[in-house]
């Protein structure tokens, strides 16, 4: 057993001293940086003073034991709890802190609120920029604007300084930022409501509701405090519905029958045309095909127009349908909204709802009345409206264009050829060749309306010899019209000018002269008459050989031609 003198312990060494004063440093170090309880000893102007032990006193201003909108309540004595910054100062006291207490016991509090997803109580307390301030209970958050409720709030008054719920969205502590949402936590206790009243309703349900908002696909109807459904602007009425203003007003109370509950997001759809027949059923029988009914047009696209033949019931006149002969016009041009007009069912489709209507089935086709008024083979005078590669179009009545071909424009030259003579504005007389109301096609004919000069050839066949005037010159022989003025031309080669190959001169000719040739060839297919000078001069040497000589007569071949010229002399 180790005996202590009394010396030893009343006059303790300078180690021993030492060891007591690291050991009584160290103790005052570990307050440092913490929260401590300390008793209120005085209150003064401004200033609270505080003994947090260790024979140390520190100073606290008064304010920072008030919260927002309440003044402080602290009296001598009182324990409180405060943030030892640093145990002695230069004028040795403790630097200590109340607010930063609150803070520190705050942040620990609400971290674990953070984590656990919990909700936290506060009050909001001033605005600033984009948001207000929130006092969590030591801690101040941002509440940003979009989040203080599901619908923008015009004023925050009656949400100042009462405590209520919000959720911690984010919390940063080594920048000290905290934001909090009031709006998620509304959406969570409306969630919760919706889902308890949805419980309540059934698809087919009928029930009274209140329009809260109006967009332009449709409303928002209130069945119950927080629940809402979607009344879409084609569920209003079995009529067409431009704009659900035009049917419902804000704070409207109507009836409306519940299409469509979604079980997941609970969104319910909702309906008033539901609430009345389907004017749909049976329409095939009310509207037969062909049969003619008086309507108003309601809606006009490119494509066509709308026509309502009765409330609910539309069907679509197609462009190609609105008039017989204006093709490529706007609808627009043809009728107009709200207009009173005649249409015939041309398709029904039940199960699509569609009708198709005509408007120019309602009206004389102007296509039939020509075919009466002009049968094929009657001649007619129009002005020429168009010229294209393969033709010209001629405007007839009615705004109707008739097509003259390059093959119909000219008997003798080609198409290409002949419609250089011709140009837009132009007066041309033509002749119909064919009229086909159901493809709204009229075929006419220039060259028609003269005669045929194929027509002038009559019984002239191969072999006959003909009469011919002669027309051009050209380098390759000589082009020639048979039988007069109105003959069909043909064009002799160099090579049957004459049997004489010194006379195969087509510069011996001049237009005008009369000439005799022989046809040696007639294709009606391609309108071609072979004719040729040299043929008839053989044809008619041999000829006068076999009546004027023979083999064994001794007469020259002159003196058979000379008595052959003379004998046709003398029958002229």
């Known amino acids: 057993m180790t005996l202590v003198s009394v010396t030893e312990t009343l006059n303790p060494s300078r180690d021993d001293f030492a060891e007591m004063l690291e050991a009584s440093l160290v103790d005052r170090a570990d307050f440092e940086e913490t929260v401590v309880k300390g008793k209120i000893t005085a209150i003064e102007k ?49 630097v200590i802190s109340r607010e930063k207490a609150r803070r520190e016991e705050a942040w620990d509090r609400l971290e674990k609120v953070f984590s656990d997803n919990e909700r936290v109580d506060g009050e909001i307390f001033n605005r600033v920029k984009g948001g207000f301030t929130v006092d969590l209970g030591g801690a101040v958050a941002f509440l940003p604007g979009s989040q203080v409720d599901i619908r923008p709030v015009r004023d925050a008054g009656p ?62 109807v209130e069945l119950a405090p927080g629940v809402d459904g979607l009344l879409h602007v084609t569920d209003m009425s079995w009529s067409r519905v431009n704009h659900p203003t035009e049917v419902l007003n804000v704070n409207d109370t109507i009836r409306v029958k519940i299409i469509k509950i979604n079980p997941e997001t609970h969104r319910i759809s909702l309906g008033i045309k539901q609430l009345s027949p389907d004017p749909w059923e049976g329409v095939a029988a009310k509207y037969p095909l062909d049969a003619k009914f008086s309507g108003k047009v309601t809606n006009i696209t490119d494509y066509g127009a709308f026509v309502e033949l009765e409330d609910g019931i539309e069907g679509l006149v197609h462009v ?69 590669e393969f033709g010209l179009f001629v405007g007839l009545n009615e705004d109707m264009d008739g097509m003259v071909h390059l093959s119909d424009l000219d008997w003798n030259r080609s198409g290409e050829e002949a419609i250089q003579d011709y140009e ?73 000018l004459s049997k004489e190959r010194s006379e195969q001169r087509p510069d011996r000719f001049a237009v005008g002269d009369k000439i005799d040739a022989r046809v040696t060839g007639i294709d009606t297919k391609t309108r071609r008459i072979n004719v040729s000078i040299k043929a008839r001069e053989v044809a008619e040497e041999k000829e006068a050989v076999q009546q004027f000589g023979s083999a064994d007569s001794g007469a020259s071949l002159g003196d058979i031609l000379g008595a052959a010229l003379k004998e046709k002399e003398d029958k002229d």
């Not at 200033?47 to 260790?54: E, T």
């Not at 390759?476 to 003959?487: A, N, T, Y």
């Open 46 to 94: 401004d200033v609270v003073v505080i003994d947090v032990g260790l024979k140390t006193e520190g100073r606290v201003p008064v304010k920072e034991f008030s919260q927002p909108g309440k003044p402080a309540d602290l009296n001598v004595g009182d324990e409180v709890e405060v943030y030892v910054e640093r145990i002695e100062n230069a004028q040795g006291e403790a």
């Open 159 to 220: 949400l100042m300084n009462i405590p209520q719920p919000f959720r911690i969205l984010k919390m940063d502590k080594r920048r000290g930022n905290i934001v909090v949402s009031r709006r998620s936590i509304l959406e969570e206790d409306r969630a919760e409501h919706r889902q308890e009243v949805v419980k309540d309703l059934n698809e087919g349900d009928e029930r009274d509701g209140v329009v809260k908002n109006i967009t332009d696909y449709g409303a928002f």
């Open 320 to 388: 190609s349908e609105m008039s017989w002969v204006k093709k490529n016009v706007h609808p627009g041009k043809i009728v107009s909204t709200s207009q009173e007009v005649e249409v015939m069912v041309l398709e029904v489709d039940e199960s699509k709802r569609r009708i198709s209507l005509g408007l120019k089935q309602c009206l004389d086709n102007p296509w039939e009345r020509f075919a009466e008024e002009h049968p094929v083979g009657s001649v007619l005078e129009g002005e020429i409206k168009n010229i294209t």
């Open 424 to 496: 837009k504005g132009q007066m041309v007389k033509a002749k119909v060749l064919d009229v086909d109301p159901e493809k709204e096609r009229i075929s006419l004919g220039v060259k028609q309306v003269g005669s045929d000069p194929m027509e002038a050839i009559g019984e002239i066949k191969r072999g006959d010899d003909v009469t011919c005037t002669v027309t051009a010159i050209e380098t390759g022989g000589i082009e020639v019209q048979i039988s007069g003025d109105d003959g069909p031309k043909a064009f002799i080669r160099k090579s049957d």
